[in-house]
């Protein structure tokens, strides 16, 4: 018997937002709390108790049939369907039409950290009818989203992605329930933005996509600032996750981490396996993968320190993404916005914001 509900996931995107650190894990790959990001969203996924799921990949497509197997590990049914060219949003959902044999299809931008249950989404959509039903967030900034008015009865009206002057603060949350046959409209053989062009299409046939807004935890986990909020708010129970029974407290070390007693880890930061935090060391929403080295006296805040990488003696991070195995010198400074490249080694005191010498 065909299932009801399937789901896609939309993994194909390049993460460029978070180089360099997607130069060697596409983003729903990289570590949040002691598991790759998409592991929490196939969870609730499962919760939701909907089991049969397909990964649309492009980018870097192989690491997550390695990573997931057959998804049975999840109590899932996991299939890969791969573009060889990067078909967009839109191109990409119809691109795994073949796959879908549900006659309601739930799909889910792959980098989103969310609270909302998602049974109450799909029960909007059969309730109100539409064709398609899109979650809807309220955030503070909707310019770097897609902006999504409604009219009294929740119908959708427009559909204006990344738009400098936004009519609401009403925002698209990157999770949507389509009717299968509806996918199989959208255009073969190009890309196809689905914000772009299949959404502001079917409204101007007069189609019905419908909302289901609410005001449950929600994160778009494409920037390094985002990233390293969402990281922490994992560890601090602030945003949920069915993988992290309870919250970890201020951080969450992982197996075979070394800590120095005397260091100092709060904001909800995160020590990778394997990974070395030495004396004095003060941590603040910081995330360190596996394997990295956080020297005596160092100072990081707010910023990601990628697989194998080093911050030397009384170093201090803000703000700042380190690609792998890179090394950053003795009381060397790193601010606002900073990446390092991969490998890259940066000399004892080589890099300063201040004039001290
Ligand atoms: N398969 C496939 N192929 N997936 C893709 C492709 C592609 O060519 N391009 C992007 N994706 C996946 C990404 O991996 C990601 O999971 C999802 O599609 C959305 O792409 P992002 O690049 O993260 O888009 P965004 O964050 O700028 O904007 C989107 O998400 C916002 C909410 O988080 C839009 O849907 C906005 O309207 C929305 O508000
Ligand atoms: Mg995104």
């Not at 993994?11 to 650190?21: I, M």
């Not at 790959?29 to 939701?48: N, V």
């Not at 196809?192 to 062009?197: D, F, G, I, N, T």
Request: proline fraction near 5%; include cysteine; glycine fraction near 12%.
């Amino acid at each position: 018997m065909a299932p009801s509900v399937q789901a896609l996931v939309l993994v194909g995107g390049k993460g460029t937002r978070l180089r360099p650190l997607t130069l060697s894990a596409p983003k729903p790959m990289l570590p949040t709390a002691g598991q790759p990001f998409l592991t929490h969203l196939l969870a609730r996924i499962r919760e939701a108790g909907i089991t049969d799921v397909v990964l649309g990949t492009s980018f870097k497509a192989e690491v997550f049939e390695e990573y997931y197997g057959d998804g049975s590990s999840l109590g899932l049914n996991l299939t890969y369907v791969t573009e060889d060219q990067p078909l967009g949003t839109g191109g990409g959902i119809r691109n795994v039409y073949d796959s879908l044999t549900a006659d309601t299809i739930l799909v889910f931008n792959g980098d989103v950290l969310g609270g909302t249950d998602i049974r109450d989404v799909v029960t909007t959509h059969s309730e109100s009818g539409a064709e398609v039903t899109l979650h809807l967030v309220k955030v503070s900034d909707p310019r770097a989203f897609g902006c999504v008015p409604t009219d009294a009865s929740g119908r959708v009206t427009a559909f204006l992605e990344k738009t400098q002057d936004p009519p609401t603060n009403q925002i698209n949350a990157g999770t949507y329930v389509f009717d299968r046959r509806v996918i199989g409209e959208i255009p073969v053989g190009r890309p196809v933005s689905v914000e772009r062009e299949v959404f502001p299409s079917l409204l101007a046939q007069g189609r019905h996509i419908h909302a289901h807004v609410d005001n449950a935890y929600w994160r778009d986990m494409g920037t390094p600032e985002d990233f390293v909020r969402g990281s922490a708010d994992l560890v601090r129970g602030i945003a949920p996750s069915p993988i992290i029974a309870q919250r970890c407290g201020e951080a969450l070390v992982l197996d075979d981490a070394d800590v120095a007693a005397n260091a100092v880890l709060i904001g909800g930061t995160v020590v990778g396996r394997g990974a070395t935090v030495g004396s004095g060391a003060r941590l603040d929403g910081a995330v360190v993968f596996d394997g990295a080295m956080v020297e005596a006296g160092a100072v990081v805040e707010r910023s990601i320190v990628g697989f194998g990488a080093r911050v030397g003696a009384g170093a201090l991070v803000r703000d700042t993404v380190i690609g792998d195995r890179a090394s950053i010198g003795a009381r060397c400074e790193l601010l606002r916005g900073a990446r390092v490249w991969p490998e890259i080694q940066i000399p004892d005191g080589g890099v300063r914001f201040s004039t001290d010498v």
